[in-house]
């Protein structure tokens, strides 16, 4: 392989990442909040079926990516309200909109099957876009691809260099406590979960409108994402930028599967393709079993050197959820 | 679904009928008449006895699940990774049925052995989902969905890998099997007596595990208060083990029915989504065994029907799945608002 053919792979792995960024910093958002937003994979499809549709009609991209917000907007809305409002349980209302989104992105995306619509164009960036190598990596990449990187470092700074963004953490983790520091603890639920849905709403655009234009319904290859999508979240530990390397290593590992296909050709493409999910339950183990009981266990009862190193590593790759993820507030 | 409680009933018919009205707003955006709709997806699922049959073959492996998944439910356990759970009792069932191919045993041992091999085999999967819960601190609903997309992986492996066709392999799946190694069925319909059997008694014992036994209320009690149960003295880890297990083993029989009443064969999409719809019955029937048999019958009369809906109307068949998705939306959210007007009055 060549170092311009690994380039332009490289670039690609940045593009195709983009959704799952949007996505996983949508979701982080929420659960930062409480609120597990578990709808995940319907929206996307929804969105992504959605904001095909508008820019199909309209003709107009930009009014595509903004349907596909709305849409991930207003199915946000559904959990908050059944989850804060009506205090029902977010796993199951999560699960049912996931796969309620789903058949209706089928149902209503049928007209639009194999439809050739518009398409996002890369724009690369005058001057930074000439730098040998960086350049082609990072900016000549479209206008969607921008500000997925531009949204990581945004999401990041509001979370932990900002005052909102603090109280954030606090209606998460002690929402009691953020309560009597004056915080409407279920109003800013409300809104980071709605904001949170508008970003997992661009995640469908930013594949039917920009990496696998067009809609093809249910062979568009996009079932399942939102579901890695909610466990990148977790690997990321609720940290946009541990987040992004999630979403950037993912992508990454399906750049690889595709590129060593030719060399592994007994095995079928569609295992090659499922390889992340195993590598997800494998890191979703390294991150949790920090937090198990028989380790700590087990741990004490090694040699001092041994312990000291393995509970390092133990603790750098651990991550702990806000702790009052799923649980409903009441002031009084 | 009926929650005989204050009023719940009440809110459950709003529930419906919201439901119901809501889908019908979707179908006339789409210029479709809403009434021809459910009337085809009538007459396409109790038009005749044929379609009816075809229902039944669909409830057979709903029902499995949803009465598998009633334990885990009532053990606080969301088992997401139950369609892999299937998807494992069809790939077990089908590596028993290949390793007697050229047996002398009789039929009947060798698909009753079959089925075992089924349950065996949706067991171990749901333990990995259990393991990795109880000692690796992985929520199940994470485990079990990755173990899921693993699942399938694995058969789409075996059919085009070790198990393939001689000569091309091919999405339509594995060699079928000879024709003494399926359930028998009635004459002309493709319903077999055995499954319908299978299954029903899978509920009733559910029913009695749950209802009559003290292992059953141990179960619900690690659900309601794991921390108290615990306290109190029950292995709440086993607990949780357990439910996985018989979960497992119920939607393995699932997955064996498939293979031995329906296909004859391991295909790639040989759950057909049972597992995943499974849930949706159990979160609509509430978690009470009693209702599980009509609400799961009902639910595979509209996958039935809707087959008929792309080619009498041109329209999607997944109108089913949204009107399944929005008919349990509306019921938890009706149930929440019942829960906020009981509390204010």
Known sequence: ?332 | MLKGRGGGFLFQLIALLLAFGFVSLILLSVNASPVDAYKNMFTGSFGSMRKFAEVLVAFVPLLLVTAGLLVTFSSGLWNIGVEGQVVLGAIATTWVFRYFLESSLHPAVIITLAILGGMIGGAIWASFTGLLKVFGGVNEIFGGLGLNFVSTALTIYLIFGPWKRPGVASMSGTVPFPAEFSLSQLAELRISPWALGIALVGIVIVYFILQGTYFGLRLKAVGKNFRAAYLLGIPTWQYSMYSFLICGALAGAAGAMQVAAVYHRLIPSISSGYGYLGLMVAMLINYKAVFAIPVALFFAALNIGSIQLPILMKLDSSLSGVLQGVLVLFVLLAEGARQKFSKKA
Do not use: H
């Open chain 1, 1 to 332: 392989m060549t170092q311009e053919t690994i380039l332009i792979g490289l670039a690609g792995v940045l593009a195709s990442a983009a959704p799952v960024i949007f996505a996983v910093l949508g979701e982080t958002l929420s659960e930062r909040a409480g609120v597990i937003n578990l709808s995940m994979n319907g929206t996307i499809l929804l969105s992504a079926m959605g904001g095909f549709a508008a820019a199909y009609n309209t003709d107009n991209i930009v009014l595509g990516f903004l349907a596909g917000m709305l849409i991930g907007a207003l199915v946000a809305l559904v959990v908050a309200f059944a989850s804060i409002t009506l205090k029902q349980s977010q796993v199951a209302v999560g699960f049912v909109l996931a796969l309620t989104c789903r058949d209706l992105s089928y149902f209503l995306g049928n007209p639009y099957m194999g439809e050739p619509g518009p398409r996002l164009q890369a724009a690369p960036i005058p001057v930074l876009g000439e730098i040998p190598i960086l350049g082609q990596l990072f900016f000549r990449q479209d206008a969607i691809t921008y500000l997925s990187f531009i949204s990581i470092f945004l999401a990041w700074l509001w979370i932990f260099r900002t005052r909102p963004g603090l109280m954030l953490q606090g209606i998460g983790e002690k929402p009691a406590a953020a309560f009597i520091r004056g915080a409407n603890v279920n109003l800013m639920r409300y809104v980071y979960t709605v904001i949170g849905g508008a970003l997992i709403g661009l995640a469908g655009p930013a594949y039917s409108l920009a990496i696998r234009a067009g809609w093809m319904g249910t062979i568009s290859g996009l079932d399942g994402i939102g579901w890695i999508a909610l466990s990148i979240t977790i690997f990321g530990g609720w940290n946009p930028s541990r987040a992004a390397f999630g979403a950037y290593l993912f992508a990454f590992l399906q750049w690889l599967g595709l590129v060593l296909q030719p060399v592994f050709t007994q095995v079928p493409s569609q295992v090659l393709q499922v390889a992340p999910f195993p590598l997800m339950i494998l890191t979703l183990l390294l991150v949790n079993i920090g937090n198990a009981e028989w380790v700590e266990r087990t741990l004490a009862a090694m040699p001092e050197t041994t312990r000291k190193i393995l509970s390092k590593a133990l603790r750098a790759m651990r991550a702990s959820p806000p702790s009052a993820l799923g649980v409903p507030f009441e002031s009084e």
